[in-house]
């Protein structure tokens, strides 16, 4: 009798431990397939995961938060490579590597110097590899993508690139760099650094160096020099911190850095609010390249703008009308083929603001 219940104390305490890990500590030899249940690890506190997210005809590797109607991608590994196929697995190897086993190849999730011995999942979104001591060996917060979350940085130097779509994840059209002289910059992501081609800066005291991004607990986002003063708040912050609010900054889609508020309903649902937007939506078209090659950007009401074409030119894909506009090719054969006897037609564009260099041949830099 005696043994029995001895050996009846001994496995709950057992079940009890593999409990708790399970929810906070991911052990090595963990494996997720893309069609695992789930396919992702949780955070302790349920509202983040680390795992498989579907992404085109594929999965992604990344984080996200969770929440109805729709789950909000904060991280992605392997950002510009194809959707891995389904049937890949992620291994949390027994040799302390975080890798994807696609088949014929492995792609490696966190390139380090130092095998890990654990990896969890933390409550603010961050997913991070120890090393033997509980030393940090790498984090998905030290490579952001095109989102910040509280305590996380961007670095000097560091830049986030929008996501191409809201479906998809790869790099896209503009970059916010934390450069080198202390002032956060939003570019077109093809662009050179230089002043003409930013569309948005935080305009901080020029030339301090070693300035990073950061963002406080209180929601406020701030750059801060490398012996921690404040130098520039972007956002007010002082907003209640509690278990059932987040907050997240995102360059955007549209190249617009945003704060946005979550708060997590017991049901499930996530009710989002924008706090803070870089550019308000009436001035989204100062964004340079928020529409293509020989169009405009009309401020076609308060909440949205408009690329159009100027007369005689056809978006170059009716489907997508933010990717340019070029001629009409019954106006390129008047134009250039039929040669100097033709009528040509001048037509006045009212209300418009041009650029001072419409056009501009860049060379490339060595
Ligand atoms: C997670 O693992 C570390 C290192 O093995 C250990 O110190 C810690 O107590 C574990 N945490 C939980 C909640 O199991
Ligand atoms: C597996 O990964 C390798 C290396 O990144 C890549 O070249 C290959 O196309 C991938 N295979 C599949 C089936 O995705
Ligand atoms: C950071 O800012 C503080 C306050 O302006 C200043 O005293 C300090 O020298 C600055 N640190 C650096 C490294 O510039
Ligand atoms: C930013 O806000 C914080 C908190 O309100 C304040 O302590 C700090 O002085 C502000 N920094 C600047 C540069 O205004
Ligand atoms: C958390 O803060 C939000 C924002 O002010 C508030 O609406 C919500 O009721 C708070 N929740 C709890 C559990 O205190
Ligand atoms: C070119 O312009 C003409 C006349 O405005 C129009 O009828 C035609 O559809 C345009 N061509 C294309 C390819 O859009």
Same mark, same amino acid.
């Given at each position: 009798m005696a043994t029995v219940f001895f050996l009846i104390s001994i496995y709950l305490f057992f079940s009890a431990e593999i409990s708790q890990s399970l929810q906070s500590n991911i052990t090595k030899g963990s494996t997720l397939f893309t069609n695992s249940t789930p396919n992702f690890w949780l955070s302790p506190s349920g509202h983040f995961a680390f795992g498989f997210y579907p992404s085109g005809n594929g999965f992604k590797v990344g984080t996200w938060l969770i929440g109805r109607p729709r789950n909000t991608v904060v991280w992605t590994a392997l950002r510009d490579e194809p959707a891995l196929l389904p049937g890949v697995s992620l291994v949390f190897t027994t040799d302390g590597r975080l890798l994807v086993l696609n088949f014929t190849a492995v792609q490696l999730i966190a390139q380090t110097n130092q095998k890990a011995q654990v990896a969890a999942m933390h409550d603010s979104g961050n997913f991070l590899l120890y090393g033997s001591n509980m030393e940090v060996v790498w984090a998905t917060f030290r490579f952001p993508t095109n989102t910040l979350l509280v305590t996380q940085e961007l670095g000097p130097d560091k830049i986030l690139y929008s996501s191409k779509s809201d479906t998809d994840d790869s790099a896209g059209d503009f970059k916010l760099w934390m450069q080198?002289?202390?002032?956060?910059?939003?570019?077109? %992501?093809?662009s050179l650094q230089l002043v003409k081609y930013s569309y948005w800066s935080s305009l901080s005291k020029s030339n301090t160096r070693g300035v990073s991004l950061t963002f406080a607990a209180d929601s406020r986002l701030y750059l801060v020099n490398s012996t921690g003063f404040s130098i520039r708040n972007l956002t007010g912050g002082t907003l209640p911190v509690n278990k059932t609010t987040l907050y997240r900054?995102?360059?955007?889609?549209?190249g617009v850095l945003r704060l946005y508020q979550h708060q997590?309903?017991?049901?499930? %649902?996530?009710? %989002?609010?924008?706090?803070?937007s870089a550019i308000n939506r009436e001035d989204r078209c100062s964004v340079k390249g928020a529409c293509g090659l020989n169009s405009y950007c009309d401020r076609n009401g308060a909440d949205n703008i408009a690329c159009l074409c100027p007369p005689g030119f056809d978006f170059a894909d009716p489907n997508q009308p933010n990717k340019g506009c070029k001629l009409n090719s019954s106006v390129d054969n008047d134009?250039?083929?039929?040669?100097?006897?033709d009528d040509y037609m001048i037509s006045t564009l009212e209300?418009?603001?041009? &650029?001072?260099? &419409?056009? &501009?041949?860049?060379?490339p830099c060595e």
């Amino acid at each position: 009798m005696a043994t029995v219940f001895f050996l009846i104390s001994i496995y709950l305490f057992f079940s009890a431990e593999i409990s708790q890990s399970l929810q906070s500590n991911i052990t090595k030899g963990s494996t997720l397939f893309t069609n695992s249940t789930p396919n992702f690890w949780l955070s302790p506190s349920g509202h983040f995961a680390f795992g498989f997210y579907p992404s085109g005809n594929g999965f992604k590797v990344g984080t996200w938060l969770i929440g109805r109607p729709r789950n909000t991608v904060v991280w992605t590994a392997l950002r510009d490579e194809p959707a891995l196929l389904p049937g890949v697995s992620l291994v949390f190897t027994t040799d302390g590597r975080l890798l994807v086993l696609n088949f014929t190849a492995v792609q490696l999730i966190a390139q380090t110097n130092q095998k890990a011995q654990v990896a969890a999942m933390h409550d603010s979104g961050n997913f991070l590899l120890y090393g033997s001591n509980m030393e940090v060996v790498w984090a998905t917060f030290r490579f952001p993508t095109n989102t910040l979350l509280v305590t996380q940085e961007l670095g000097p130097d560091k830049i986030l690139y929008s996501s191409k779509s809201d479906t998809d994840d790869s790099a896209g059209d503009f970059k916010l760099w934390m450069q080198g002289d202390g002032n956060l910059v939003a570019y077109q %992501s093809k662009s050179l650094q230089l002043v003409k081609y930013s569309y948005w800066s935080s305009l901080s005291k020029s030339n301090t160096r070693g300035v990073s991004l950061t963002f406080a607990a209180d929601s406020r986002l701030y750059l801060v020099n490398s012996t921690g003063f404040s130098i520039r708040n972007l956002t007010g912050g002082t907003l209640p911190v509690n278990k059932t609010t987040l907050y997240r900054a995102t360059f955007d889609v549209d190249g617009v850095l945003r704060l946005y508020q979550h708060q997590m309903g017991t049901d499930g %649902s996530l009710n %989002s609010i924008v706090l803070w937007s870089a550019i308000n939506r009436e001035d989204r078209c100062s964004v340079k390249g928020a529409c293509g090659l020989n169009s405009y950007c009309d401020r076609n009401g308060a909440d949205n703008i408009a690329c159009l074409c100027p007369p005689g030119f056809d978006f170059a894909d009716p489907n997508q009308p933010n990717k340019g506009c070029k001629l009409n090719s019954s106006v390129d054969n008047d134009c250039f083929l039929r040669g100097a006897n033709d009528d040509y037609m001048i037509s006045t564009l009212e209300n418009t603001i041009w &650029e001072r260099d &419409e056009y &501009e041949v860049l060379t490339p830099c060595e």
